[in-house]
């Protein structure tokens, strides 16, 4: 009997466990089936997972104007001077690599030869140092001209102490130049310390127009700012080829920008100084200060759309304009 007893118990067990294991495998199939992609347990899952990003900006705000994020920005009609829009344009602020504009102005200024070669150094390297990777070596030679596209386009540093010294100014004096280019500008609240922006420059969105009215009479920088990819090549033996690609993205999605130049600085944040054909007007404008790479070109595009629904009823006011 005693063994009888211990054979039921035995199959007891292993009924039980049996059980117990095909119930395991059942509640994991459950589960695998719940976390499929198409089930309704993952898409609640994955929800709950996904973050989601900042509400999108409206195009105007409550009183009918653009939207505008930068912190400092204006918008002017080149052709008549009437003022379309301000936010904040007479604070001094940092402008990062647009001051580049009054760079190539003043060695323009000096009577640059654009034909003549001139070649990198290690102090153009270390003056660059601190910024985005350079793509001219040092001990190359390029053309002046190259050096101002490689300037204005891709805004490459060591080009900056480089076409300075194709004018004859070394970095001390061509400081000093760029300060005289302001004032020959009529430009009170912008000072330079440094040729590429890096360390230093501020002015206002208000003077930066003026800068870039200055740049778009030019018609060498005016070509340059509108050309959206330009290769240099060096003029050694073992010639090298670098293309830039313009930093400036309304050239590549809008055809009615006309060009400009960007910035960016730790302290400057984003910056845009651009021009183009809206709303039946040749318009300028600048963006200084705004938090987020793209951030400028919204605002140049929110800008573009509220002037070709009719822009300002009447053109603001401000002092000392």
Not at 68 to 78: C, F, H, N, T, Y
Not at 112 to 124: H, R
Not at 138 to 146: K, L, Q, T
Not at 194 to 199: A, I, R, Y
Request: net charge positive.
């Amino acid at each position: 009997m005693i063994g009888v007893e211990a054979m039921h118990s035995c199959r007891r067990r292993r009924a039980r466990t049996s059980s117990c294991g095909l119930g395991s495998l059942l509640a994991v199939a459950l589960l695998v089936v719940a976390l499929l992609p198409g089930s309704a347990e993952a898409r609640r899952r994955t929800r709950s997972k996904v973050k989601r990003g900042p509400p999108p900006v409206a195009a105007l705000t409550k009183d009918g104007g653009p939207n505008v994020q930068a912190s400092a920005a204006i918008v002017v009609d080149l052709d008549s001077g009437d003022l379309l829009y301000a936010k904040r344009p007479d604070d001094s602020v940092p402008i990062a690599s647009t001051g580049k504009l009054v760079l190539a102005l003043t060695v323009r200024r000096k009577g640059v030869v654009l034909a003549a070669k001139t070649v990198i150094t290690a102090t153009d390297r270390l003056l660059a140092r601190g910024g985005a990777k350079s793509r001219l070596l040092e001990g190359r030679a390029f053309s002046n001209h190259d050096l101002l596209h490689a300037m204005l386009m891709g805004s490459d540093n060591r080009a900056c102490t480089a076409v300075g010294r194709g004018a004859g100014l070394e970095p001390e004096r061509l400081i000093a130049e760029m300060n005289e280019t302001a004032r020959g500008l009529g430009l009170r609240r912008t000072r330079f310390t440094d040729p590429s922006g890096l360390h230093g420059n501020t002015s206002t969105a208000r003077e930066m127009i003026t800068v870039l009215q200055a740049a778009l009479a030019d018609p060498v920088i005016a070509r340059i700012l509108g050309t959206v990819t330009h290769t240099v090549v060096s003029a050694d033996a073992k010639r090298v080829q670098v293309t830039y690609t313009n930093t400036n993205h309304l050239l590549r999605t809008r055809r009615d920008c006309i060009g400009g130049k960007t910035g960016f600085t730790d302290e400057a944040l984003y910056c845009l100084v651009a021009a183009g054909h809206h709303g039946g007007r040749r318009v300028g404008m600048v963006f200084l200060g705004a938090q987020g790479e793209l951030t400028r070109f919204a605002d140049y595009s929110r800008v573009a759309s509220w002037l070709e629904q009719g822009g300002p009823e009447r053109p603001p006011t401000l002092p000392g304009k």
